[in-house]
């Protein structure tokens, strides 16, 4: 490991305290360096407050270093007044020489603007150090900004002979337990990292699911239900008003504090329109966690990024089956007895605008 990669390794461990909360702003830490000592460092803490830069310059106890010191951060600093003022004007403003930059942002209201103004005023700018662990720490923000739609995990539980679950009609028959406490927890964990979460009525109607946080510090993420003729009733705990909630439908109610119709047209087109309108909402991650229709018409269509599915060691013989994605992991963890496996879309098919 070199010298560059060093501190841009820390900015990437700093980033990540921010997961959960900044979305749908990037993940960004900040680390800076006089005489190969770190004498500042910060990261984004929550969406609406500063950035990592000027939280690491305003850390430096002597603020005469800076202009001996380079300024390392894993994302392109930002140029335009948003929430906050523009991080690479106080860089130059504070006269810090030197900035090692992991990666540009894909935003157009950056996109190398940043880097012109340091540029511009002298500083010396390096561009591209772990560049591709840059890129995939913010995929989420990356794949929002440039395709304008938000990144898509699909996620199951399935039993080693291929099933999510037993042949059940009505909410009265208990959902098959695939998951232990461990995977439950991990579960949680990935909906903290995800802005929303994406159910169909069918899953609503069997399980009455909460979609919430629970076994995992962070933010409940928003939820996203389709409910195309609004059958669902409104005494079901996703319309409980605690959790800002998203309603695809052709027959809407009227909407509340907490609940949004949208009018969707339910056609061979719905789920590349839904995820535009998602995406114009500030969405910038859905994690879709079922049922088997909805999660095989994201497969179908070619509409994912990513897809994580648990293979636990019981067999049933008979139940409703798990997609298949037809592609292969990228790999593999084993948690107690059960699989953990992660497949990447390398062929995409979503749409470009």
Known sequence: MNYE???????????TYGVGHVAPNPMVGAVLVHNDCIIGEGFHHR???????PNAIYAVKDESLLKE??????????????????????????????????TLDPN?????????????????????????????????FFIW?????????????????????????????????ISDNITKQLTHKVRSENQAIMVSTNTVFLDNPSLTVRNWPGKNPIRIIL??????????????????????????????????????????TMLQNMLKIIASQGIHSILVEGGSSLLNSFIRSGLWDEA???????????????????VAAENCLRINKHLYFTYLNKNKKFYHE
């Not at 990669?5 to 980033?15: D, G, I, P, T, V």
């Not at 996620?155 to 679950?165: E, L, M, V, Y």
């Not at 409980?240 to 056609?267: C, G, M, W």
Request: hydrophobic share 35%; aromatic share 8%; charged share 25%.
């Open 5 to 15: 990669e060093k501190y841009m390794y820390r900015c990437l461990q700093l980033a």
């Open 47 to 53: 969406f609406g407050e500063s950035h990592a830069e």
């Open 69 to 102: 010191s380079t300024l390392y951060v894993n994302l392109e600093p930002c140029s335009h007044y948003g929430k906050t003022p523009p991080c690479a004007n106080l860089i130059v403003d504070k006269g810090i020489p030197r900035v090692v930059i992991g």
């Open 108 to 140: 157009p209201k950056v996109s190398g603007k940043g880097i012109e103004i340091l540029r511009n005023a002298g500083i010396e700018v390096i561009i591209g150090v772990l560049e591709d662990a840059c890129n995939k720490l913010n995929k989420r």
């Open 145 to 177: 900004q440039k395709e304008k739609r938000p990144y898509v995990l699909l996620k199951w539980a399935q039993t080693s002979d291929g099933f999510i679950d037993k042949i059940r009609t009505n909410a009265e028959t208990p959902p098959l337990q």
């Open 227 to 268: 409910d195309r003729t609004s059958r669902i009733p409104l005494n079901y705990t996703i319309f409980d008003q605690a959790v800002k909630t998203l309603v695809f439908t052709e027959n809407p109610h009227e909407n509340s504090d907490k609940i949004n119709y949208i009018i969707l047209r339910f056609d061979e």
């Open 308 to 326: 994580r599915t648990e293979v636990s060691d019981i067999m049933i013989e008979k139940g409703v089956p798990a997609p298949s994605l037809g």
